[in-house]
């Protein structure tokens, strides 16, 4: 099986940029997608691939990868941006197993 | 639109059983892979299980293993999790979700696109 480690919370001061850091084996085969989710809401998809945002998302998320690490970037946060958020990745196994982190809690100032 | 809508929750006693349904529309549900994924009252989000386009492939992860079944009727356009055994740790909201799963350089795997949740309590 496969792990994904990610902070447990991260704070911003509204306006200025935040990076949550999410560390696994599996990030050395595949990218990382990262998810927003708010209380009581199901996950968003937030960024996929190398540096993809689904449409509506904003153009302050942005990702990034080096060896076993994903990076999910707010540039600018905002107020909304307070939430909860999921790296996720296939197992390293081989097999189609997925695996999400444990989350990391963003809080805004 | 494209849309996942869960089913099928409820409260149930350890040991007993609960089918999920999730019904699909505004895609081609027989083209993608499906997942379950769950959240306990709390905690972070774990995958739970998936199937292949045709059903011929299916994953759990460990902790269900034996206990729960996910199938797929593409002509229904409907995903299903079989939950036999239910334990108190099972209780979470699930999710349905779409894969993504490709090769670009490195593989792209993604969930992208989610139903509401339904909530199952296990509780005598």
């Known amino acids: 099986s496969s792990e994904l480690t990610q902070d447990p919370a991260v704070s911003v001061a509204l306006g200025q940029t935040v990076r949550i850091t999410c560390q696994g084996d599996?990030?050395?085969?595949?990218?990382a997608s990262w998810y927003q989710q708010k209380p009581g809401q199901a996950p968003v998809l937030v960024i996929y691939?190398?540096?993809n945002r689904p449409s509506g998302i904003p153009d302050r998320f942005s990702g990034s990868s080096s060896g076993n690490t994903a990076s999910l970037t707010i540039t600018g946060a905002q107020a909304e941006d307070e939430a909860d958020y999921y790296c996720?990745?296939?197992?390293?196994?081989?097999?189609?197993?997925?695996?999400f982190g444990g989350g990391t809690k963003l809080t805004v100032l | 639109e494209v849309q996942l809508v869960e089913s099928g929750g409820g409260l149930v006693q350890p040991g007993g059983s609960l089918r999920l349904s999730c019904a699909a529309s505004?895609?081609?549900?027989?083209?993608?892979?499906m997942s379950w994924v769950r959240q306990a009252p709390g905690k972070g989000l774990e995958w739970v299980a998936n199937?292949?386009?045709?059903?011929?492939?299916?994953y759990y992860v460990d902790s269900v293993k034996g206990r729960f079944t996910i199938s797929r009727d593409n002509a229904k356009n409907s995903l299903y999790l079989q939950m036999n055994s239910l334990r108190a740790e099972d209780t979470a909201v699930y999710y349905c979700?779409?894969?993504?799963?490709?090769?670009?350089?490195?593989?792209?795997?993604?969930?992208?696109?989610w139903g509401k949740g339904t909530t199952v309590t296990v509780s005598s």
């Open positions: 505004g895609f081609t549900f027989s083209s993608y892979w």
């Open positions: 691939g190398k540096n």
């Open positions: 199937i292949k386009q045709d059903g011929s492939e299916k």
């Open positions: 599996s990030l050395r085969s595949y990218y």
């Open positions: 996720n990745s296939r197992d390293s196994s081989g097999n189609h197993l997925g695996v």
């Open positions: 979700a779409r894969e993504n799963d490709f090769w670009s350089g490195l593989y792209y795997y993604y969930m992208d696109v």
